[in-house]
């Protein structure tokens, strides 16, 4: 589990492998993560783009920036969370993510929450 808090916007995320949708034969690993940002501070903030970067075994680095998340830009009262589940396919059969959230507060003020590294891991390579 990765936890990161900037500006009292906490992201949390959690990772798992899944098995029915990889092809380790054909180097495909599929990997879902859920992320919950939760606003632990006074002041509302809204989710406006994301950038990922995304590390293979081979050290291979993929950028990824877009708009909000899975489609939405989320915005947060205090005290509220927001959580989703996205997907990131690897080459390799581990990885590392990491990356950042731009967020607004209602008086124009952009800050970049940080997304704390986290790893992307088949349960094959503990065994």
């Not at 990765?2 to 990889?22: D, P």
């Not at 075994?57 to 939405?72: D, H, P, Q």
Request: proline share 6%; glycine share 8%.
């Amino acid at each position: 589990m990765s936890i990161a808090i900037t500006n009292g916007i906490r992201i949390t995320v959690a990772t798992r492998y899944l098995e029915h949708e990889s092809e380790p034969q054909q180097n495909k690993y599929l990997f879902a993560y859920e992320i919950t940002i939760s606003n632990e501070g006074d002041t509302q903030a809204q989710l406006l783009s994301r950038h990922w970067i995304i590390q293979d075994a081979l050290n291979t680095v993929e950028e990824v920036e877009g708009e909000g998340v899975v489609g939405k830009t989320p915005t947060l009262d205090p005290g509220h969370s927001f959580t989703y589940t996205s997907y990131c396919p690897l080459r390799t059969e581990w990885g590392i993510m990491k990356g950042t959230y731009n967020m607004i507060r209602p008086n124009g003020e952009e800050f970049d929450a940080v997304i704390a590294p986290f790893a992307l891991m088949s349960p094959h390579l503990l065994n």
